[in-house]
């Protein structure tokens, strides 16, 4: 079964300085996904950035990269230049192993709280 | 803006009820999921459709079921409903490759 922690319950990062959002993941199969998601106040869950276990390089998105070290099983999130607006619940995901065709059912971790000071 | 689309927003009911929830996933996605964020067990996945079957099932309860119609929409069906049901349902879709899960904005729902 896979599972996903996240051990950082809240974060707080001053404006226009990077944080790391840590992730760790725990699974038997060779082939997996691994995802980060924002869930603002307002609720919706917005993806961020994907990162497949066979990647050479490590995922980048804007003012978001994945930084991952899969040795250590660990897929943490860098968002650099952080602003206001990235105050927020972010989950990390693991994609469950390919049991069929098209399931690609998502585990998450319990999330972490990133506050961002002015 | 996703372009998953979930009805209704809010929901109110009370115990016992029976309510039904509506997603439609973005255009030409065909798989549908479902996903139920509470406080107590965060976020967990429920049922998987792929072009109008059953593919997978989580932790979904014997009180819930869903069906996802010809029109490639799905609807959520949550029966004798349980003060511990109250939480936030996500609808999310996918393409057949399925890197991406685009989520929709979810129905809050209330039960008293």
């Known amino acids: 079964a896979q599972k996903i922690t996240q051990t950082q319950p809240g974060m707080f990062v001053q404006e226009k300085e990077a944080v790391t959002l840590d992730c760790t993941y725990d699974?038997?199969?060779?082939?997996?996904?691994l995802f980060w998601y924002k869930q603002p106040s307002s609720g919706e869950m917005i993806f961020l950035i994907y990162?497949?276990?066979?990647?050479?390089q490590n995922a980048t998105e804007g003012r978001y990269s994945l930084n991952f070290q899969k040795a250590r099983k660990s897929a943490n999130l860098v968002i650099s230049a952080s602003q206001l607006g990235d105050s927020a619940m972010y989950f990390c995901?693991?994609?469950?192993?390919?049991?069929?065709?098209?399931?690609?059912?998502?585990?998450f971790g319990k999330g972490t709280k990133l506050s961002v000071i002015p | 803006d996703s372009g998953v689309t979930q009805t209704p927003k809010h929901l109110i009911t009370a115990t016992g009820q029976r309510v039904t929830l509506r997603c439609s996933p973005r255009?030409?996605?065909?798989?549908v999921y479902w996903y139920q964020q509470s406080l107590d067990q965060g976020l967990q996945f429920l049922i998987q459709?792929?072009?109008?079957?059953?593919?997978a099932k989580g932790n979904i309860l014997e009180r819930f079921s869903a069906q996802q119609f010809p029109d490639l929409h799905s609807e959520l069906n949550l029966s004798s409903l349980e003060l511990g049901d109250s939480a936030l349902y996500f609808c999310?879709?996918?393409?057949?490759?399925?890197?991406?899960?685009?989520f929709g904005p979810g129905t809050r729902l209330t039960v008293l």
């Open positions: 999310a879709s996918s393409a057949l490759t399925g890197h991406e899960q685009f």
């Open positions: 699974t038997s199969d060779p082939s997996y996904g």
């Open positions: 990162q497949g276990s066979y990647d050479q």
């Open positions: 995901a693991m994609r469950a192993a390919y049991s069929g065709a098209g399931s690609y059912q998502l585990t």
């Open positions: 255009s030409g996605d065909l798989s």
């Open positions: 459709y792929y072009n109008g079957e059953e593919r």
